[in-house]
């Protein structure tokens, strides 16, 4: 794992969606197609909008996301497909795209998406951390055992007051208590993460994970392991780290 430092949230995803369109680039070259994961939320914006803009094939690449809430219909503004859909599907032209509806029948749907990304091997995943720690909706203490790429997961009060407070959501009682999520050792497996991280209200979390031993009471902890991950942190998020 690195971790690379800039001055803004605008300099870290620029930073970021061009290392991941580099990624890209060498996939669709190698292999003629890639995979590759997306994350949602705020801490997403700046990457998703420069994404968009690089110079990539994109009818070569296959999409997966993270997470998303169970029972949320895609109209509502918190919806994942709904931010994915507006921000970066209906930008650009791509191969296939597997979203999570968290409209179906959970069990199901679970088990429908852990099948396909199966036989779609992973080359880069875009990450984010929350402020509890999680890595995509794997709140703390997070399941690093189990080998089923998607999982349903119980949201913690941390989590759900995060979403609401970046105003997805007008209370607390609006946030789901459950999720359709990728798990741990899925998101462990691609071959290339990316995780960017701005905002002072995550400079916790970010400590947490990144100096802190590996545990699953800092999910994305588990990031320090991986041979191809690089975190992008603006200045704020930074600040907790030791230099």
Same mark, same amino acid.
């Given at each position: &794992? ?17 290392? @991941? ?56 503004? @918190? ?84 979403? &609401? ?16 999520? &990728?798990?741990?050792?899925?998101? &462990? ?55």
């Amino acid at each position: &794992m690195k971790i690379e430092i800039y001055n803004t949230p605008y300099e870290l995803g620029v930073a970021a969606a061009k290392h @991941a369109a580099q990624l890209l680039h060498k996939v669709i070259e190698a292999n003629g197609t890639a995979n590759i994961i997306l994350a949602t939320g705020t801490s997403q914006f700046e990457t998703l909008n420069q994404l968009v803009s690089e110079d990539i094939d994109w009818s070569k690449l296959t999409m997966f996301h993270l997470d998303e809430y169970i029972g949320l219909p895609i109209t509502h503004p @918190a919806s994942f497909r709904k931010y994915l859909k507006e921000r970066f599907i209906s930008k650009v032209d791509l191969k296939q795209v597997f979203l999570i509806n968290g409209e179906a029948n959970a069990e199901q749907e679970y088990k429908r998406l852990s099948d396909i990304i199966k036989q779609h091997p992973v080359d880069v995943a875009l990450v984010g951390i929350g402020e509890n720690g999680h890595l995509a909706f794997n709140d703390p203490p997070a399941d690093f055992e189990t080998e089923e790429p998607y999982i349903i997961v119980e949201l913690d009060d941390v989590c759900r007051r995060q979403q &609401m407070n970046e105003g997805w959501f007008n209370s607390i009682d609006e946030v789901p208590r459950r999720a359709i999520s &990728m798990s741990v050792k899925q998101i &462990m497996k691609s071959k290339n993460i990316i995780c960017s991280v701005p905002d002072k209200r995550k400079a916790a979390a970010v400590k947490n994970c990144l100096k802190n031993p590996v545990s699953n009471l800092y999910p994305a902890s588990i990031l320090q392991t991986h041979n191809n991950c690089i975190v992008y942190l603006d200045k704020d998020a930074a600040s907790l780290l030791s230099h």
